[in-house]
């Protein structure tokens, strides 16, 4: 089946620690998108990608940083610098730009 | 600025009590309106894409609506199995924001039985 698939599920971070969340789709998309959601908020944008070796800032992209070197893979790298992690991370795909996204299972990243 | 709202925030209804939830939008241009289902600790899944005013789409028990300001969610007759998170997201073009997905806060919604 194809689809988009996000790990962990649950991630843990310690004080001073970068830490990276996978994102791995075989629908052959050339978009992808790294999403923050916190409780009562809607989905704002981290990183982008419309290209392999391309990606843009999106709203919030302070304390994080991606690549995007294979078509299939967009992994995010959450910084020490990103003072407040804890939040449900979401990782999307779409066939191009302004297309339906297809969104991953999530990540939710705790502070230790 | 390019800006999307949802209303209300929530909504209890009893099973098959029809009503609607709203996803007004102030953007430079409209690249289409997509309204996505979240159920708690997962992803939001596609339910349906708009893109002229006057343009309806339905599945189920769910019907879209898209006017050059707004866009209703209409559930007729709802299941407690539709209770969920609906998410609005609009496509955006002819602002810094060309080429993302603005998205509303959402309207979670309860179907008690």
């Known amino acids: 089946d194809g689809g988009i698939t996000q790990s962990p599920k649950y991630l843990f971070r310690k004080e001073g620690q970068n830490v990276t969340l996978s994102c791995e789709q075989n629908?052959?998309?050339?978009?992808m998108y790294w999403y923050r959601q916190d409780p009562g908020q809607g989905l704002r944008l981290i990183y982008y990608?419309?290209?392999?070796?391309?990606?843009q800032k999106g709203d919030i992209a302070e304390g994080y940083s991606v690549s995007r070197e294979k078509k299939e893979s967009f992994p995010l790298t959450v910084t020490s610098a990103q003072k407040n992690p804890t939040a449900f991370y979401l990782c999307?795909?779409?066939?191009?730009?302004?297309?339906?996204?297809?969104f991953g299972s999530g990540t939710q990243l705790s502070v230790l | 600025e390019d800006q999307v709202t949802q209303s209300p925030e929530a909504l209890r209804l009893q099973e098959g009590e029809s009503s609607s939830l709203n996803c007004s939008y102030t953007?430079?241009?409209?690249?289409?309106l997509f309204w996505y289902r979240q159920d708690p600790g997962k992803g939001p899944e596609f339910l349906f894409t708009?893109?002229?005013a006057g343009e309806e789409k339905e599945k189920e028990r769910l019907k879209a609506t898209l006017t050059k300001k707004e866009s209703f969610l209409h559930i007729t007759a709802p299941k407690p199995e539709d209770s969920a998170t609906y998410l609005c997201?609009?496509?955006?073009?002819?602002?810094?924001?060309?080429?993302?997905?603005?998205f509303g806060q959402g309207t979670t919604l309860q179907v008690k039985p």
């Open positions: 999307a795909s779409s066939i191009t730009v302004w297309e339906k996204l297809f």
């Open positions: 629908l052959n998309h050339d978009a």
């Open positions: 990608s419309q290209i392999v070796n391309d990606f």
């Open positions: 953007v430079s241009g409209l690249r289409g």
């Open positions: 708009l893109y002229s």
């Open positions: 997201a609009v496509g955006v073009y002819g602002s810094s924001n060309t080429g993302k997905l603005i």
